[in-house]
């Protein structure tokens, strides 16, 4: 393989007209006397895998304006006929062929909106951002957030060509600057499934530090009539429920009515209120495999109320987690932007007690400013504070982010904590986060480091493990293939890593983990992936997580005491298809020596990860998941752990705008009896609250969820969820049999959007 050479960057300004509104109906077809009027683009290229190429498949654009909205056409050929394209539920696209619409408002290169169309006309939408680093599980430069819902029109239609796109976007839905004249970013992808490539408007490419900085333009905007903007959004939502021992279901319904406000101040600043609101997640958090037991699992956030502006509140370090606030009685927010300047501020009431009637409550805070500076650099600041009853946490940082030469960037975080009880003032203590990287299309390399102290505490942020410093440093070569060739492109990666306690590392002490991960990605033609990671580690005794471990000896129970440095080795495997016709999967395989986390001795893992999804027709879906992680004693190969969770949904979309879906997941967990394996084999003992000595025997547990909803939602905010979720348990695995139900309830939810 040879790599091409580098490109200059071709931005393309678009001057879109302002045209009658009344003149177009958004029906897929761009028969209108205006679309022939509007700005037209089709100089596509190829993006991904490769850039910089001619694409196989033609795009033109169109683009105009009225005074309430954005209108877009799309026509794009297909000159293989494989169009794929179902009824898919809203940000549900993967595996579709669809356009993605970004829009930069506030043109700082910074964030942007996306709209997401495919041939139906089915939408998806979110947030973009640059990905300014190195990732080894997505190819993507850039990162999409499709939690965020924005309420915009689209049809389209398959044609004998391939098909047709027509979108409307009011500027009610949009945030952006408060002048005169508008100019935005913008830029259009296009997403083939059945080759698995990636086109661009202009030519976009790859080994830049921003993919938001080589977008285009929409110049010269002006007349905008967006009007005051006042959404609310009332809600009733019931239940019936039931637990394991009753016969009857339980209809009292607490707190039933909640009400969520949305107020645009002006076209840069949103104000929102909510007032008991539903917090529920309806569908479960899917299942993950925590590879490391001492890190916590990250689950993204899928309420309304946080998810809109979520984009300011965003920091290297998730300072601000909008999911640790579980269940507000009434919360606010503001947040936009006045010019060069970025403001989000969130209030809530936080209630750990049954209802509103009997509250436990904890009062939170949380302020995150920014300044922009030249080019697409910034600083910023955080703030954040929780407090109940004689508890308080707060938490302070900095942060900034700056781009030299198209190639570098650097960002970097610094704050500190302090927890307060009602016996001592708790101390401050710091933290950091900060990066370098170098981002080349052939070659790039990174810097990190981040440190949590020991009492680092954010009780309105996320971490995934805290005592914690790590340094790492890492290298990417990139190879492209030549037109046809059978590998488009080859990547293979270098990470070396270092990670201490805080105080081993501000002590000058040696690492307790010594990491090297070698690692190859291959995009072959069709869109098939391959990617190997490889694991190269040294891991050093953790004791505190060990302290209620104990050993019965002659002279009576000792503290436990672990392999002082376990060697790990192995590799993870992962295959994952294109959409072939109507299926697609990803396989995940895992082997090789890790720790024996539980009774902290050398161990061999087992890890797979599956998933299938097939679409038998244009209506019916089908996705199966399983995961299993298996962790074997070295000594004689006895199971000291095994984690097996299938999943399976099925989604019937009957129209557009309702669906039918069921959701079925078993989650199957053993843990063998403990020993200390690494010295003595002696049984290992916990000591209760007691302070008695009991033996640490095997345990399973087995349970199996279940959840069905009929839904109906015709447009963000309005919708309709009816439906029922059970949960059950069984002594053996997978067998069936002696099912215990734990409880099961049916729920309904209604809510409307009304909009002024």
């Known amino acids: 393989m040879k790599g091409q050479q580098t490109l200059p960057i071709d931005r393309i300004d678009v001057y879109p007209p302002r045209l009658d509104e009344k003149a177009v109906i958004i029906d897929g077809n761009l028969n209108e006397p205006v679309w022939s009027m509007a700005s037209s683009q089709s100089n596509f290229m190829s993006y991904l895998p490769v850039d910089g190429r001619p694409t196989e498949d033609d795009t033109e654009i169109r683009v105009w304006y009225g005074p309430t909205a954005l209108y877009i056409g799309i026509i794009a050929h297909e000159v293989h006929g494989k169009v794929r394209s179902t009824l898919a539920d809203r940000d549900n696209l993967d595996n579709e062929d669809y356009v993605l619409i970004v829009l930069d408002t506030y043109n700082d290169k910074r964030s942007a909106f996306t709209f997401a169309v ?27 957030d499709d939690n965020p819902d924005y309420v915009f029109i689209s049809r389209g239609r398959l044609t004998d060509e391939g098909f047709t796109v027509e979108v409307k976007i009011p500027f009610k839905s949009l945030r952006y600057q408060n002048t005169v004249t508008q100019n935005w970013g913008f830029n259009v992808l296009r997403r083939v499934q059945h080759s698995g490539y990636w086109s661009v408007m202009g030519n976009t490419r790859l080994g830049m530090a921003s993919f938001l900085g080589q977008g285009g333009q929409l110049i010269d905007m002006t007349g905008f009539e967006r009007g005051r903007v006042f959404d609310i959004i009332p809600e009733i939502r019931g239940t019936l429920e039931r637990g394991a021992d009753d016969k009857e279901f339980d209809s009292e319904m607490t707190d039933p009515v909640g009400f969520n406000v949305r107020y645009g101040w002006s076209s840069n600043v949103g104000i929102n209120a909510t007032v008991n609101p539903d917090f529920s997640q309806i569908e479960a958090d899917v299942a993950q495999i925590n590879y490391d037991p001492r890190r916590s699992l990250y689950f993204p956030e899928k309420r309304p109320f946080f998810l809109d502006g979520i984009e300011h509140f965003q920091t290297p370090t998730r300072l601000i987690y909008t999911r640790r606030i579980v269940n507000p009685v009434a919360a606010g927010k503001i947040s936009g932007k006045f010019g060069a300047n970025t403001v989000g501020f969130i209030t809530a009431v936080d209630n750990s007690g049954p209802s509103i009637a009997e509250m436990d409550p904890s009062y939170i805070h949380a302020l995150r400013l920014k300044r922009d500076m030249s080019s697409q650099n910034h600083m910023g600041l955080i703030y954040t504070d929780k407090f109940h009853a004689d508890w308080s946490n707060r938490v302070f940082a900095i942060d900034g982010r700056f781009f030299t030469k198209d190639t570098y960037s650097f960002r970097a975080q610094v704050g500190f904590s302090q927890t307060t009880n009602e016996n001592e003032m708790g101390a401050i203590v710091p933290m950091w986060d900060m990066a370098a990287n170098a981002i080349g299309r052939k070659w790039s390399g990174s810097f990190s480091t981040k440190a ?29 293939g030549k037109k046809d060739a059978m590998t488009e492109q080859l990547s293979l990666s270098l990470r070396v890593m270092a990670n201490w306690n805080y105080n081993d590392f501000t002590n000058g002490n040696r690492p307790d983990d010594q990491r ?65 016709d109507r299926i697609s999967a990803k396989l995940k395989y895992g082997f090789g020596r890790d720790p024996n986390y539980d009774e902290w001795a050398p161990g061999n893992i087992h890890l797979i990860e599956s998933s299938i999804h097939w679409t038998p027709t244009d209506q019916l879906r089908f996705y199966l998941l399983y995961n299993q992680q298996q962790n074997f004693r070295t000594t004689d190969g006895t199971l000291v752990s095994e984690s097996r969770t299938p999943r399976i949904k099925i989604e019937y979309q009957i129209t557009p705008t309702i669906f039918l879906r069921g959701v079925v997941q078993y989650t199957g967990k053993f843990r063998d009896d403990l020993r200390d394996n690494s010295r003595t084999e002696l049984p290992v003992y916990f000591k209760d609250s007691n302070g008695n000595y009991i033996l640490a025997h095997s345990k399973a547990t087995n349970n199996i969820e279940a959840d069905f909803l009929f839904s109906y939602r015709p447009m963000p905010g309005t919708l309709v969820f009816f439906g029922y979720g059970s949960e059950f348990t069984e002594p053996s695995r997978f067998r069936f049999q002696s099912l215990q139900r734990n409880s099961d309830v049916f729920f309904l939810k209604i809510s409307y959007l009304f909009q002024n």
């Open 118 to 144: 495919n041939p139906f006309g089915q939408q998806a939408d979110g947030t973009l951002t640059d990905r300014t680093s190195t990732d080894r599980q997505s190819s993507l430069p850039f990162r999409v």
């Open 452 to 480: 949590y102290h020991s009492e680092f505490n954010p009780a309105v942020g996320f971490i995934e493990r805290g005592d914690y410093v790590t340094v790492s440093t890492g290298t990417t070569r990139r190879f492209y």
């Open 516 to 580: 090297i991960y070698p690692s190859f990605a291959l995009q072959f033609r069709g869109g098939w992936r391959l990617t190997n990671f490889t694991w190269i580690e040294t891991f050093s005794y953790p004791e505190k997580f060990f302290t209620n471990y104990f050993l019965k000896t002659p002279t009576g129970f000792e503290s436990y005491q672990g392999t002082p440095e376990l060697a790990n080795y192995g590799a993870m495997l992962e295959l994952s298809t294109p959409q072939l």
